[in-house]
């Protein structure tokens, strides 16, 4: 014999969405962490690469490196250049996406 099914019931329907929430609540917070993660690597990346240049043109250029302030896409960094001995490094603060203070250092020659 034949059985009428009319659909899903109650509890399955329950049972599917309570299951779907648990995933969801568990991905969201993840997703968002990741983001922030590729976010800050991103910045990272930028602040070496104006780092780099601005070692490159002491080095190549000759020129006279002092600290300076500058704003490229409304962040501001501030470059330090130091000197301990025979060791000579070039500094870049800025503050982070979470409002930290990040730094990346690189050493150089002149």
Same mark, same amino acid.
């Given at each position: 014999?034949?059985?009428?099914?009319?659909?899903?019931?109650?509890?399955?329907?329950?049972?599917?969405?309570?299951?779907?929430?648990?995933?969801?609540?568990?991905?969201?917070?993840?997703?968002?962490?990741?983001?922030? #993660?590729?976010?800050?690597? /991103?910045?990272?990346?930028?602040?070496? +690469?104006?780092?780099?240049?601005?070692?490159?043109? =002491?080095? *190549?250029?000759?020129?006279?490196?002092?600290?300076?302030?500058?704003?490229?896409?409304?962040?501001?960094?501030?470059?330090?250049?130091? #000197?301990?001995?025979?060791? /000579?490094?070039?500094?870049?603060?800025? +503050?982070?996406?979470?409002?930290?203070?990040?730094? =990346?250092? *690189?050493?150089?020659?002149?």
């Amino acid at each position: 014999m034949i059985k009428c099914s009319s659909g899903f019931s109650f509890a399955e329907t329950l049972a599917a969405f309570s299951i779907w929430t648990i995933i969801v609540g568990l991905l969201i917070p993840q997703f968002t962490i990741l983001t922030i #993660e590729r976010m800050h690597a /991103k910045q990272t990346v930028e602040a070496y +690469k104006i780092l780099y240049e601005k070692t490159q043109d =002491v080095m *190549l250029n000759k020129t006279v490196y002092q600290d300076e302030q500058f704003v490229i896409d409304n962040r501001q960094y501030q470059l330090i250049w130091r #000197e301990e001995g025979k060791d /000579k490094n070039a500094c870049l603060y800025w +503050k982070g996406i979470t409002d930290q203070d990040e730094s =990346v250092c *690189l050493p150089f020659t002149k």
